[in-house]
């Protein structure tokens, strides 16, 4: 489901291997690319030789992970071969299609290392112009270097496809995984979890100065070991920060962010108001985090966090009036065009958490208008069913507020989020170490690698005594 704002381009299309008998580079691997579908606006059949028009290949570095497998496989394909190509990866199957490229699951080629490459045409590209998010997308990866954030392993050009090679996620993505709950949402305590990655992620990304602007369940991958990864930045907005390290004041710790606070009588009947339930949040179930069984005094988390310095790295100066983002989660000054900052990322992470909450999103109409009108106009509802803790409901409240400077997050950035009460008793520092709630069935590759491998040679053999090319789809 796409429910982008940009341009709706349905980017479905097909490559071909095509292995030349007449062509002057023997049995070396050509790309063709052709669209198979009604509703794409992109069609191309261009012939490319990598090994011709490789026009530079980036293999990234990063130091602290030079232990991962996968970097020295393909350190070692790299400098055996002197370059690095598609035809250096069995393309296995088909991920799904962006706006901007397409995203296939493949095999680095004598290895059982899966990767996620992203194959964006140029022309096409250049000429719906789409080249900036493009060259976004690869420069934000590029620089990224976080556990709930993609890993870029290398990135080439062929003539005309642009080549992202990343870490494959195996477990789809938060949309999908949400439709597979049993009453299609997240229990609180799987939400919290997955929530706070993202959180940990965007303050991450808001330190080196990115917008993220596109948060959405479907943006969220699910990693084989269950943990997160924000993927999609072509939608990015970079700029620059300013990180300050804030002291707690020698009066006390740094006070956590008020709670939107309920009305005083329990007898009260606005909708709009919230009230505390008498349901706990509970904690992961994590070992990292469950109480300690010595007589020892247990230590109290939420006390410790607010009394260590905190690093607030919130572009606040950041500016931009593009309309990007998609229409659920549209913050209320994109949609007026008054121009935005880093706040929209903490309006998103309140649709965010409501939609795993409650298995839809706040401001949802009939049609897109009817949907950016409400979230201008409507007040912030919430469903009596499922039931929610009131510190869940308190953290939407206090993000989802249609004025940005007013927002929870928009002066201290995630620091002030991280505080508020919903997440107490979380150990940040050792969340990537916490039991995740749920562990997707993983893709099985060597499935998927025999019936890519079954069918092409069933185009090999057809194809093989007609026009002297052999063609094989691998999709
Ligand atoms: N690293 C990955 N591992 C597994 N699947 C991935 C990975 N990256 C992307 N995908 C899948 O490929 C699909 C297409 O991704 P892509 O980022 O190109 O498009 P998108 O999410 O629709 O965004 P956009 O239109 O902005 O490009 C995604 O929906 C996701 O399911």
């Given at each position: 489901m796409n429910r982008k704002?940009?341009?709706?381009?349905?980017?479905?299309?097909?490559?071909?291997?095509?292995?030349?008998?007449?062509?002057?580079?023997?049995?070396?691997?050509?790309?063709?690319?052709?669209?198979?579908?009604?509703?794409?606006?992109?069609?191309?059949?261009?012939?490319?030789?990598?090994?011709?028009?490789?026009?530079?290949?980036?293999?990234?570095?990063?130091?602290?992970?030079?232990?991962?497998?996968?970097?020295?496989?393909?350190?070692?394909?790299?400098?055996?071969?002197?370059?690095?190509?598609?035809?250096?990866?069995?393309?296995?199957?088909?991920?799904g299609?962006?706006?901007?490229?397409?995203?296939?699951?493949?095999?680095?080629?004598?290895?059982?290392?899966?990767?996620?490459?992203?194959?964006?045409?140029?022309?096409?590209?250049?000429?719906?112009?789409?080249?900036?998010?493009?060259?976004?997308?690869?420069?934000?990866?590029?620089?990224?270097?976080?556990?709930?954030?993609?890993?870029?392993?290398?990135?080439?050009?062929?003539?005309?496809?642009?080549?992202?090679?990343?870490?494959?996620c195996p477990g789809g993505d938060l949309h999908v995984l949400r439709q597979k709950q049993p009453a299609r949402y997240f229990h609180e305590q799987a939400a919290r979890f997955y929530v706070a990655e993202v959180?940990?992620?965007?303050?991450?990304?808001?330190?080196?100065?990115?917008?993220?602007?596109d948060l959405k369940p479907e943006n969220i991958l699910v990693r084989?070991?269950g943990h997160i990864m924000v993927t999609?930045?072509?939608?990015?907005?970079?700029?620059?920060?300013?990180?300050?390290?804030?002291?707690?004041?020698?009066?006390?710790?740094?006070?956590?962010?008020?709670?939107?606070?309920?009305?005083?009588?329990?007898?009260?009947?606005?909708?709009?108001?919230?009230?505390?339930t008498?349901q706990?949040v509970s904690?992961f179930k994590?070992?990292?985090?469950?109480?300690?069984?010595?007589?020892?005094?247990?230590?109290?988390?939420?006390?410790?966090?607010?009394?260590?310095?905190?690093?607030?790295?919130?572009?606040?100066?950041?500016?931009?009036?593009?309309?990007?983002?998609t229409h659920e989660y549209?913050?209320?000054?994109?949609?007026?065009?008054?121009?935005?900052?880093?706040?929209?990322?903490?309006?998103t992470f309140g649709i965010f958490l409501y939609e795993l909450l409650y298995g839809r999103t706040p401001f949802k109409g009939p049609g897109n208008?009817e949907t950016?009108?409400n979230v201008?106009?409507e007040?912030l509802r919430f469903p009596e069913t499922p039931l929610v803790s009131?510190q869940a409901r308190?953290l939407i409240?206090?993000l989802l507020?249609?004025?940005?400077?007013?927002?929870?997050?928009?002066?201290?950035?995630?620091?002030?989020?991280?505080?508020?009460?919903f997440?107490?008793?979380?150990?940040?520092?050792?969340?990537?170490?916490?039991?995740p709630p749920e562990l997707p069935e993983p893709y099985?590759?060597?499935?998927?690698?025999?019936?890519?491998?079954?069918?092409?040679?069933?185009?090999?053999?057809?194809?093989?005594?007609?026009?002297?090319?052999?063609?094989?789809?691998?999709?």
């Amino acid at each position: 489901m796409n429910r982008k704002v940009n341009d709706l381009v349905n980017y479905g299309k097909t490559i071909s291997v095509l292995h030349s008998k007449n062509s002057k580079y023997g049995d070396k691997g050509e790309f063709t690319q052709s669209s198979n579908s009604s509703i794409c606006e992109y069609s191309t059949s261009t012939s490319i030789s990598e090994e011709r028009n490789l026009s530079g290949c980036i293999v990234i570095n990063r130091p602290h992970m030079s232990k991962d497998m996968r970097w020295q496989a393909i350190n070692h394909t790299m400098k055996q071969n002197g370059f690095l190509g598609l035809r250096h990866f069995n393309l296995l199957k088909k991920l799904g299609c962006g706006d901007i490229g397409t995203v296939y699951l493949a095999e680095l080629v004598g290895t059982n290392y899966p990767f996620a490459i992203k194959v964006m045409d140029n022309e096409f590209l250049e000429r719906r112009q789409k080249m900036p998010r493009a060259h976004m997308e690869r420069e934000i990866l590029s620089i990224l270097d976080h556990p709930f954030l993609p890993t870029l392993y290398a990135h080439f050009v062929s003539e005309n496809l642009s080549c992202l090679v990343m870490e494959y996620c195996p477990g789809g993505d938060l949309h999908v995984l949400r439709q597979k709950q049993p009453a299609r949402y997240f229990h609180e305590q799987a939400a919290r979890f997955y929530v706070a990655e993202v959180l940990l992620a965007l303050e991450y990304l808001h330190m080196l100065g990115i917008v993220y602007r596109d948060l959405k369940p479907e943006n969220i991958l699910v990693r084989e070991d269950g943990h997160i990864m924000v993927t999609d930045f072509d939608l990015s907005l970079r700029c620059s920060v300013n990180p300050t390290l804030l002291q707690p004041s020698s009066s006390g710790p740094l006070e956590p962010p008020r709670m939107s606070g309920p009305c005083a009588g329990s007898s009260c009947i606005d909708p709009f108001c919230i009230k505390p339930t008498c349901q706990q949040v509970s904690c992961f179930k994590s070992r990292l985090l469950s109480a300690p069984k010595s007589r020892k005094a247990k230590p109290d988390l939420t006390a410790l966090n607010r009394s260590l310095p905190q690093l607030v790295a919130e572009p606040t100066e950041a500016r931009s009036n593009s309309f990007v983002g998609t229409h659920e989660y549209l913050a209320p000054e994109i949609i007026k065009g008054e121009g935005h900052g880093s706040a929209v990322d903490w309006w998103t992470f309140g649709i965010f958490l409501y939609e795993l909450l409650y298995g839809r999103t706040p401001f949802k109409g009939p049609g897109n208008d009817e949907t950016l009108a409400n979230v201008i106009l409507e007040n912030l509802r919430f469903p009596e069913t499922p039931l929610v803790s009131f510190q869940a409901r308190d953290l939407i409240k206090g993000l989802l507020v249609k004025e940005p400077e007013n927002r929870l997050g928009s002066q201290r950035g995630a620091a002030e989020i991280k505080q508020h009460p919903f997440f107490d008793g979380l150990n940040w520092a050792l969340i990537r170490c916490a039991s995740p709630p749920e562990l997707p069935e993983p893709y099985d590759v060597t499935v998927s690698k025999a019936a890519s491998l079954e069918k092409a040679k069933k185009y090999l053999d057809y194809n093989e005594s007609s026009d002297g090319h052999l063609e094989f789809e691998l999709f």
